[in-house]
């Protein structure tokens, strides 16, 4: 019912050679509808892959060649205080990855590091520069 809802609202929203669909089936070779479901879509991507779930409107277009292909998620409104040209991700759970014009980068959720980790410049922690303890014995 929501799908159909959300087709009805959509099938008039005709972008060129393209169209907005709703994913029905997620991942990798996603199935959408759009004129009516189209099923195993190629994903395009520079770089970051994110496959598409089950509810996401997503711009489709034929290629081509006669394939429908995937070119991006559509997205409500920008996040509150991004700024042009800055970079955000998200997966819609609370983790964001945010590339600030200043040259920050902000991480938020948990953060796992695999590898070695490397730090040139300084370290804090908690708004306090980190001071390593010296061993005890010395």
């Known amino acids: 019912m929501w799908l159909s809802e959300k087709s009805s609202e959509r099938e008039s929203e005709s972008i060129g050679g393209g169209a907005v669909g ?57 996040p509150e205080g991004i700024e042009n040209g800055e970079v955000y991700i998200t997966t819609g759970n609370g983790s964001i990855i945010r590339l600030k014009n200043n040259g920050e980068i ?23 520069p980190y001071q390593p303890q010296p061993e005890s014995g010395e």
């Open 22 to 78: 709703i994913v029905t089936i997620g991942g990798a070779k996603p199935s959408v509808l759009a004129e009516g479901e189209l099923r195993n879509a190629d994903l395009i991507y520079s770089g970051a892959v994110r496959l598409p779930k089950t509810g996401d409107e997503v711009l489709l277009i034929r290629s081509p060649d006669g394939e429908n292909v995937i070119v991006g998620k559509i997205n409500g409104t920008p």
């Open 106 to 128: 902000e991480l938020s959720g948990t953060v796992i590091i695999r590898g070695t980790t490397m730090i040139d410049g300084n370290l804090f922690i908690n708004g306090s």
